[in-house]
């Protein structure tokens, strides 16, 4: 033990100088286990400092290990779906240097980012993604004869997702070298739903059969010409069984050759089913059982805590760092606005026996477990799978029910079909409560909730609330409820709300008049445009506000006080393209207001960093404001 | 046979006077296939005269006879996926009297429409979204203590989608009493693709086993406590033999209880079958094989050419009827938008080796049949799976390959986090054929492609191009394979180029100056400018044209243009929330211009009606333009 851990001390350092990934392949048995040590020492001693996912990348150690040496990157392409447990993957191809950057501004991403490395071949920051994304490579390989693999490894969450089955069903009719690790933990995000979870566990708990048949294949698959009778007899024996059955797994229903399943941890019985799985001229599926948060005890025995760490130190959105040892997530949570949404609709569920919640795999994110606890009826956890938690929504609402959706902003792009399709065109009244709406921080890119409003905003019969505290969130979800026909939508950020602001709480909006320019905003940015407000007048700047909280159909009483004022400067911590400051301003012409009219959004994709400085980067933090209202009285100065 | 013609005849005429759908379960065998008779000649009859969909509804005429005699609708809930083959469902619940309206302005529509009758609860014009909602419908009857079934009967086609396979993972688990028609037969809308197509002819061909399963199942299910010892041991193997093998059916492994392969034209064997279906108290699985055409000999030869069946009169825009006799789609289509596309593909095709084409099922209706044909190794038809197409392209792309993928707008709206998550954040250079963009006419709401470029403007690294002919059609394409980073849409409409209106092919904007107020559009609608125009230049009206081709990012050029007007008239085929006429007023009202801004858009969905009359009621026609212009300037002259 003492001896191991001077070694993998050694090794540890040793992996900044290794030739990655391509060295990992002369390390020997013990050499491996030694690495895997220290691998798991490095993710746990940064994550818990950085925040991202500990538990995943805890039980993929192994496999991230046993895939590098296996094929070779970035030549053979590696797919982690979803993107969160590419950590090891990022550690074993030269980025451990970097390590401790991990989603910080300018740092490593918390997912693959083709622009970070070549290792990182395709953006998998949403689930059920990589295997028509490697499909769509090993293809390219084959237009282009180019004799590499194409590797997706998708963890079991992953797989109530549509999209997977999308490329499962059109790649297993192909010809492709393409391999899918299926990564099964049993746990999904908080625990799996579904049936294809507990058809996982049907096949895991078979493994005679499975194993035998993976024997019969793999030396069927080596000696092309087979020698043994014995072999091919048992093979014919299966095959005749197979064929009297109809057929085996849903992989091989799908034209998947299946092997598996294979002790995620097991290096040896991974470096065998891998070079098995490389010998077929079809796609393949490797079925491989891992623990999450393997080795590290506290994550082993509640991963579910240990799926998204936050960092150590508050990020200033209210949100704290988990306590390690607390075990109940229900009582465990800082308050923040999804606890409230939960509680909120909690206590309306036990009033109102039509409320239905559903989530797609985000019960603890979303705040949810209150009401799965109270009503667990009415409660629906349908998976990965936002496109038919929405038509599902809408069938409950066609029969008279209240269905509220609560998701993440960035998740709910994938439903835009079905608020449009399947919900709008009915005007089913459904309510979406977008969690994570707006900057998301240290996530990035594929998880700011910047597109919310430009996406619902297209769609006929949707009303959106922005609230911009609590008392709100919960005035606007009680509207939305009852209120509000057709879709609803009620968008709240990450985190708590703003300390010492004390907002009124509206469902319309709130209007401050004080003169000068007009500050136009909603949600999260009220508290910093009230403060820069507060500064303005201190320094003798006069200036007003309005604050939308009906943020669409823009409200008929915010276009008459807009009308008001000459110049206007819009806030909006969004998506410009789209946006509701785009759609004022327009108004405002049709209107004949031959004003000054500023608007700050969001343009383009954002970087991850915190909360505060991606909302700083924007140019929406209060001295932002500051200096954008004292700008424009100059340049409307100059243009009288 | 003289005598069964005689009594169809009459029950033809009786079809009104019944009370439907109840008085179906009074008939007696003779009279059901007598009345499937008359059903299918009012089908041919009218559907040739009126367009829409034949040969799938006529292999559904005893299938959906024997769902309205098993079950009691609207009280049982049945829903049709895709809605196209709910014909028959229409007439056996009252609606042969308006049966020769369909399709027609103010007549049925051509998919389930809740406000047309309580028989149709779902509206289906997508396909793949019937078990999340008959799931959610039964979900709804469970909690409401309802002992009413929802069924959902899904096409084979609709199996390829993402969604259908996420509600039966949802529902599989469930105690639900969902039962899923699964009306297989065996051609999707061209011809089924992907390994499930493959994975349900491998069911079909082991009739035996299934059979004799289903025997069992239905003695078990019938007689609670097992009388024979028979039975018991039979089922017995069978379960021995199951655990053996893991699973049986896909869908048996997906929780549902798998019924078939039965004769959908033998109403008997029908009847059977659905009441053993309703005798489980969880989710079943009913499969049923019909034939594409059956009982008419040209649709049933070639069920392809007769899945939409055009109006007999042209409607205006150019698409005339498929000769009935003509057997091969490849040559039979009329020149279109779609074919031009397809052939400047195929040539494009010819001289690039990374170029490759995807679509959705869509193979001729977006004329990619050439570039099948003379590309078959970079053709990729995925199914219905608009999803997949679109992370599958950005793999493409990711690999130096050139993806087109070739849509209909409305299905286009399935994609959005592809398009977004998947293939901007990367900025991935895939092209985005956009078919049927802006109104499509008599297909309707859930079909008008009316919110592509509301959709599609509100992602980063977008480009839309509008042309306006067939030459234009074929620079923006080459454009945006080989000028344009990024995403890269070109839409078109359905139908054909505009008759005598020589426009010169650009791929930024046409500027035409008369002085007077500057009319500003693109697309279609240019087509119908020009003709405004001249008709107000011959009395005497000053009026100028802005013809977008590059429609966003919106040119500087455009904006240059603009502001050198004082009014300004935008028309626009396409939503007016999101749309470019509402950010052209923003960008202008941003640039300090003042003049007036009027624009003419779509606000809400838009029924169905021709093409024509659709743009009438958008207020869009040559004599609508006219007009506008005119209030425009009495307007513009009150308020100077």
Known sequence: MNKERQFSVKRQTALQDLKLPDDLRTLDHTQCIALCESIRRILISTVLKTGGHLASNLGVVELTLALHRNFHSPQDRIIWDVGHQAYVHKILTGRVGEFQTLRQENGLSGFPKPSESPHDCFITGHSSTAVSAAFGIAEAFRIQGDPHYAVAVVGDGAMTGGLFYEGLNNAGKSRSKLIVILNDNNQAISKNVGAIAKYLSKIRSSTGYVRAKWSVERVIGKTPAIGSKLVSGLKNTKDRLRKNIVQTTLFEDLGFVYLGPVDGHDLEALDEVLSVAKSYQRPVVVHVQTIKGKGYAPAEENPGEYHGVPRTSSSGNGLSRIDLDEKNPEVSVDECYSTVFGKALTALGKRDQKLCAVTAAMKYGTGLQFFAAAHPDRFFDVGIAEQHAVTFCSALASMGMLPVFAVYSTFLQRSYDQILHDTAIADNHIVLAVDRAGIVGEDGETHQGMFDIPMLTTIPNVKIYSPASYPELEVCLSAALYQDQGIAAVRYPRGSQPVNIPLPAETVLSHQDGGGILLITFGRIS??????????????????????????????????????????????????????????????????????????????????????????????????????????????????
């Open 527 to 640: 508290a910093n445009a009230s403060k820069a407000i507060r500064i303005l007048h201190e320094n003798g700047t006069a200036c007003s506000l309005l604050r939308l909280v009906t943020v669409f159909p823009i409200p008929e009483t915010a276009i008459r006080i807009a009308m008001q004022y000459q110049s206007i400067l819009f806030l909006e911590e969004s998506e410009a393209s789209g946006g509701i400051g785009e759609k004022m301003a327009a108004k405002l012409l049709y209107s004949g207001w031959n004003g000054s009219f500023r608007c700050r959004a969001a343009e383009g994709f954002i970087r991850q960093s915190t909360a505060d400085r991606c909302i700083e980067q924007l140019g929406l933090s209060t001295d932002d404001i500051v200096r954008l209202v004292k700008e424009t009285e100059q340049n409307d100065d100059r243009t009288p």
